[in-house]
């Protein structure tokens, strides 16, 4: 079975510190990979998408960048991070392909800025 | 693009009425739409999901309903339990170059009072 992984679970930053989550896949092959953050009680903003290996789609312009280095691993990262930061962070994994299936997405990483 | 809205954005019933949630989609090629909660400081959980080849689907107390022609799905939740109580969102895809992506709506907090 598919299991997702994300880590770590909480993090408190000071501000212009650098950031790196990371989220990796297990059982299965070159899946979709998503970032979403959560602020607090608001919805779901996608980051970040990756179809493979090398290949990352932005939707928001901000400090943050994404890699995804190994088929079933993708990494969250800043420079310098902002106040505005904040927030819960969220991997998810989908089946390739045309045919949509629905997210399973990872534990989270609770980020706080200070 | 894809937009999807959804209605309304708290709800509280008591325990053992119904709820309803509703969202409307604006792609008309949109074949798959999911159902997520999400409970307090936790990940959101695929909870039901509806493709465009059927009208209805259900499990156990919880329902999804779909009309292509007017592009609106429904969440309906039976004898709601104080368990029910949680964050839920409704999504649909949106087909791009590189993959594909799920647009959330905004979400309904749902309080359920015993």
């Known amino acids: 079975s598919q299991t997702i992984h994300q880590w770590p679970a909480t993090l408190v930053q000071p501000v212009g510190s650098p950031l790196s989550l990371e989220c990796t896949v297990e059982?299965?092959?070159?899946?979709?990979l998503y970032w979403y953050r959560q602020a607090a009680g608001r919805g779901l903003q996608l980051l970040f998408y990756?179809?493979?290996?090398?290949?990352i789609s932005s939707e928001v312009p901000q400090n943050l960048s994404a890699s995804r280095p190994q088929d079933r691993q993708f990494i969250l990262s800043s420079k310098k991070l902002l106040l505005s930061d904040s927030g819960f962070y969220l991997c998810?994994?989908?089946?390739?392909?045309?045919?949509?299936?629905?997210?399973?997405f990872g534990s989270g990483t609770r980020l706080t800025v200070v | 693009g894809e937009n999807v809205e959804q209605h309304p954005s708290t709800l509280s019933v008591q325990e053992g009425d119904s709820a309803v949630i509703k969202c409307t989609y604006s792609?008309?090629?949109?074949?798959?739409f999911p159902w997520y909660k999400q409970e307090l400081g936790k990940r959101p959980q695929l909870i039901i999901d509806i493709r465009s080849n059927v009208g209805e689907k259900k499990d156990q107390r919880i329902a999804v309903t779909l009309n292509k022609t007017a592009k609106h799905f429904s969440l309906h939740i039976t004898e709601t339990q104080p368990e029910d109580s949680a964050v839920y969102f409704c999504a649909a895809p949106l087909f791009m170059e590189y993959g594909n992506k799920l647009v959330f709506g905004a979400g309904t907090i749902l309080r359920v009072k015993s």
């Open positions: 792609d008309s090629a949109s074949n798959y």
């Open positions: 059982g299965t092959s070159n899946p979709n």
């Open positions: 998810a994994w989908a089946l390739p392909g045309g045919r949509h299936y629905g997210y399973t």
């Open positions: 990756s179809v493979g290996i090398g290949q």
